[in-house]
């Protein structure tokens, strides 16, 4: 069993930054992939960015040259670095990682219990 962690979530004025963090924990596990999703009142859960194992990134066009997605794989933790935010960017932010477990050598796909972040305009 893996667990998801999010933090740094919080308020925000429009213009500012945030940066979430996201800690994996567990035993017997390797991530794969991991990524960022938001939820905003009322939508459909979307992808934000995620980064491949390698650190390949797939940015999403609404907030590419805003975010910036990186990740610690010796840590176990991704972080997405929100800069410039806007009110349309007010949601909350879920952590997910595709994970190997090697007792059961399956791959699962795991979720975060999300973070708030609220940008005032």
């Known amino acids: 069993q893996v667990q998801l962690v999010e933090s740094g979530g919080g308020l925000v004025q429009a213009g500012g930054s945030l940066r979430l963090s996201c800690v994996a924990s567990?035993?017997?596990?390797?991530?794969?992939?991991m990524g960022w999703y938001r939820q905003a009142p009322g939508k459909q859960r979307e992808l934000v960015a995620s980064?491949?194992?390698?650190?390949?990134?797939n940015i999403a066009d609404s907030v590419k040259g805003r975010f910036t997605i990186s990740r610690d794989s010796a840590k176990n933790t991704v972080y997405l670095q929100m800069n410039s935010l806007k009110p349309e960017d007010t949601a909350v932010y879920y952590c997910?990682?595709?994970?190997?477990?090697?007792?059961?050598?399956?791959?699962?796909?795991?979720w975060g219990k999300g973070t708030l972040v609220t940008v005032s305009s």
């Open positions: 997910n990682a595709d994970v190997l477990e090697y007792v059961r050598s399956r791959e699962m796909d795991y």
């Open positions: 567990g035993s017997n596990f390797r991530i794969n992939a």
């Open positions: 980064i491949t194992r390698g650190g390949s990134t």
